[in-house]
């Protein structure tokens, strides 16, 4: 079974400042999927930004890239000039890329870092 | 454009009572999810759903049942609630592919006393 793990339970950054939130899996797999949803106060899941597996290049979503390393199983997530609205708590979370019918293409999440972006 | 929706947003049981969680999705998902994130924790998988008519169990599914007899449509039932199921209750889809996202509701939050 596949597990994601967020080292840092809160993390903090300035106003208009870079910030970088860990996470690491492991999976026997070769080909999957990686995501960062966010979660503001009104609990909507919101998808930052996803990473295919077989893709060298990191994602890149405005001011939200990632850093993936396969060989690592490392997937961070790096926000830049941080805004007040970035705060909320950021999960990391991982899909198989195998289609299988009865499996659907379930996520696993890890437990999450809370950001707090500082005036 | 709805998406996902989920009711009630907010729900009180008493141990012992059941209750259903609805989840409607409008996009012709083929993917129907529930997951459940316990306070300070990520989500974990209750059941799944790859059609209709077709479900299977998850991470956690002791204590829940579901059905899915339209593509819309995936609730949860709750027999005899117990305190550990005190949560907040997240209803997802997607469509069948690879690489597609999850789309959420926006979550029901149930306290179980």
């Known amino acids: 079974a596949q597990t994601v793990t967020q080292s840092q339970p809160e993390m903090s950054v300035q106003e208009a400042e870079t910030v970088t939130l860990s996470c690491t899996y492991d999976?026997?797999?070769?080909?999957?999927?990686l995501f960062w949803y966010k979660q503001p106060p009104s609990r909507q899941m919101i998808l930052v930004i996803r990473?295919?597996?077989?893709?060298?290049q990191n994602a890149t979503e405005n001011r939200f890239s990632v850093n993936f390393q396969k060989a690592a199983k490392s997937f961070s997530l790096k926000i830049s000039d941080s805004q007040l609205g970035d705060a909320a708590m950021y999960f990391c979370a991982y899909r198989s890329a195998i289609l299988v019918e009865t499996s659907g293409s379930r996520l696993t999440f890890g437990e999450g870092t809370q950001l707090t972006v500082n005036p | 454009n709805a998406g996902v929706t989920q009711t009630p947003k907010f729900r009180i049981l008493k141990i012992g009572q059941s209750m259903t969680l609805q989840c409607t999705q409008d996009?012709?998902?083929?993917?129907m999810y529930w997951y459940r994130q316990d306070p300070g924790m990520g989500l974990k998988l209750i059941y799944y759903?790859?059609?209709?008519?077709?479900?299977d169990k998850g991470e956690v599914p002791n204590g829940y049942n579901v059905s899915r007899s339209t593509t819309e449509d995936f609730p949860l039932r709750l027999e005899l609630a117990a305190p550990s199921q005190t949560s907040v209750y997240f209803c997802?889809?997607?469509?069948?592919?690879?690489?597609?996202?999850?789309?959420f509701g926006p979550g029901t939050r149930l306290l179980v006393l």
């Open positions: 997802a889809s997607s469509y069948s592919g690879l690489g597609v996202t999850q789309y």
């Open positions: 999976t026997s797999e070769s080909d999957y999927y």
């Open positions: 990473q295919e597996a077989y893709k060298q």
């Open positions: 759903s790859v059609g209709a008519g077709i479900t």
């Open positions: 996009m012709n998902h083929n993917y």
